[in-house]
């Protein structure tokens, strides 16, 4: 577990700048802002370190600096699922704050050199009684979360290999793309798999016959989706 360090001072106004820009922040006062800077911690991590451990007791919300961490819930029989990827700019581990017994549900582990900013929770629900804004934010960011599961739900269990893969190459792509365009890939491909319920071979096999149609092409550090507007026809019901 890594340890959490204060802000350093010279950091701190770009620090606020930046949760600004998060649902769960932006209708704070700047006096309410300046409480939660004030009990806010900062954690650097690199490839493989945990963040937080499954069923641990959950005392802190996080935002994503830079970097990239995995969310993942361990079965019995010590197999991983992971429920999530979480990219720089967003937020996670809301809704534990709202747990009589609040124990992390996954596993938070960086997947690259990452810096996490931790958020004392009892600090924020304090500042939520105070704040019907910060209310009504956080009402929205749970409500956006619960719609994203239910997608989530829906493409693990009602489309087949291919589907989910195309669904997850288009979500690394801007909505405007229509041509072609380039995904970084910076995942490993057995976390891809976990993430979209199949195992690194059934990945392989579905990408390669991806490249053989034409659709896709693989390099060493990135893959072409040669047509993103084929692709998203697609993902909306249509065939390849």
């Known amino acids: ?3 959490r360090l204060p802000l350093e001072p010279a950091n701190r106004d770009a620090t606020l700048a930046f949760i600004r ?4 922040f932006h209708d704070l006062s700047d006096d309410q802002l300046a409480t939660i800077i004030e009990h806010t911690r900062s954690a650097r ?3 493989g370190d945990v963040l937080f451990e499954q069923e641990r007791p959950a005392r802190e919300l996080f935002m994503l600096e830079s970097g990239q ?13 992971v429920i999530d990827l979480i ?11 709202f747990s009589l017994n609040p124990l992390y549900p996954v596993t938070a582990t960086a997947l690259l050199d990452s810096r996490v900013l931790c958020f ?4 924020y629900v304090n500042l939520l009684h105070q704040s019907t804004e910060a209310c009504f934010a956080i009402m929205a960011q749970m409500s956006r979360r619960l719609h994203w599961q239910i997608g989530e739900i829906d493409r693990l269990t009602l489309h087949n290999a291919t589907f989910r893969v195309v669904a997850y190459l288009l979500d690394q ?3 405007t793309d229509l041509g072609a365009s380039h995904v970084q890939l910076s995942t490993p491909k057995h976390v891809i798999a976990s993430r979209l319920s199949m195992t690194p071979e059934t990945l392989s096999r579905t990408l390669s016959r991806l490249a053989r149609d034409g659709l896709i092409e693989i390099e060493e550090n990135c893959m072409v989706l040669r047509d993103v507007g084929k692709l998203r026809h697609y993902a909306q019901g249509g065939s390849l």
């Open 1 to 3: 577990m890594n340890r």
């Open 21 to 24: 820009g998060s649902v769960l």
């Open 45 to 47: 991590l690199r490839e």
């Open 69 to 81: 961490i995995k969310l993942g819930r361990i079965s019995p029989d010590g197999h991983e699922k």
């Open 87 to 97: 990219s720089p700019g967003n937020t996670f581990a809301e809704a534990v704050m």
């Open 120 to 123: 004392d929770a009892a600090t």
């Open 173 to 175: 792509v801007p909505s």
